[in-house]
């Protein structure tokens, strides 16, 4: 059911060879295990869960990193991947804006983050693709606001939401 949102979010980020991305909130490795297949690139691929058990499911692929960490608190230097994929995850995470910021950490300059996020739904916004933003310096001090018109959702009336941005966090 997630494969086309997988590879969706996968090609928006417009993956190449080389680079080195990390899948967070990874799960059981939905993201981190089609990456290279869906971007045809060879990237070296990290994934980053919280619950051992996902991670467990995850473990079946050995060409992949994987840590058993919070996206609190990334266990990866400044600078360390070009590329940070959250699928599914960000709606979750109970600091949102800790989370966001520790992504833009991990991230090189003019790195690409890209996330799909569940939304409230509205009439008047289409579907759009994976929200990708593009980073631009090493300033944090959007990434709260930034998570909060993601994550921003009422209680009723779900429906999955894509977004797009180029704009620095």
Not at 12 to 40: E, H, I, Y
Request: net charge positive.
């Amino acid at each position: 059911m997630q494969s086309p949102w997988t590879d969706d979010l996968i090609l928006q980020a417009g993956c190449k060879d080389g680079d080195r991305v990390l899948d967070v909130a990874c799960g059981p490795g939905l993201v981190a295990g089609k990456v290279n297949g869906v971007s045809k690139a060879n990237g070296k691929i990290s994934g980053i869960e919280v619950n051992e058990a996902m991670l467990n499911a995850a473990h079946k692929d050995p060409d992949i990193e994987w840590h058993l960490r919070s996206a609190t608190e990334l266990p990866f230097d400044n600078n360390s991947f070009d590329v940070v994929f959250c699928q599914e995850g960000l709606q979750y995470f109970p600091d949102r804006a800790k989370c966001m910021s520790e992504m833009r950490r991990v991230l090189v300059p003019g790195g690409k983050l890209s996330l799909n996020v569940w939304g409230a739904a509205r009439n008047d916004i289409p579907r759009r693709r994976p929200r990708v933003l593009r980073t631009r310096s090493h300033g944090t001090g959007h990434a709260g606001n930034v998570a909060q018109h993601i994550c921003r959702a009422s209680e009723t009336g779900y429906r999955r939401r894509f977004y797009r941005c180029s704009d620095p966090f």
